[in-house]
């Protein structure tokens, strides 16, 4: 398991708490993305409280291209999941664990098949010390 570099902004700033993002990839895209959004929803995520955000090499336990929406969403979940454990497993204190997931879910409908590009994210978050494995709560959590 592979770690990248942390948010910059964390590195400038002189604060003792850190709100730590681990993120199920490496690529420089994804690490992107998730921090444009703790970027956009910083006023809701302690705004004065450091961010740094971490790619980890991590398994999705499906195909380099997943095939089916069922396995995309399976991917990001286990990206976090394994990350989770991951914190578990070596007393790591991140706040939040994302797995993200891209793929493809082809239909077919009135005789014809269509396939559709779909990414996926899964957040998890840790919260008084205990992890919430709900990831629809976690979210509710961060944008309400």
């Not at 400038?12 to 959004?37: F, W």
């Amino acid at each position: 398991m592979s770690l990248t570099g942390a948010d910059s902004s964390s590195l400038n700033r002189n604060t003792t708490q850190t709100l730590v993002v681990a993120v199920g990839s490496t690529r420089r895209p994804k690490l992107d993305a998730v921090r444009e959004v703790c970027s956009l929803i910083r006023h809701r995520l302690s705004p004065d409280v450091a961010r740094d955000v971490r790619g980890f090499d991590v398994p999705s336990g499906v195909r380099h291209t997943p095939l089916t929406r069922e396995d995309t969403m399976s991917g990001a979940r286990q990206r976090a999941e394994v990350l989770t454990a991951m914190a578990r497993q070596n007393n790591e204190p991140w706040n939040y664990f994302v797995g993200l997931e891209g793929g493809l879910d082809v239909v077919s409908t009135g005789g014809q098949r269509y396939a559709f590009l779909q990414n996926w994210a899964y957040v998890t978050m840790v919260a008084a010390g205990a992890r919430s494995a709900n990831p629809a709560e976690s979210c509710c959590r961060i944008l309400s």
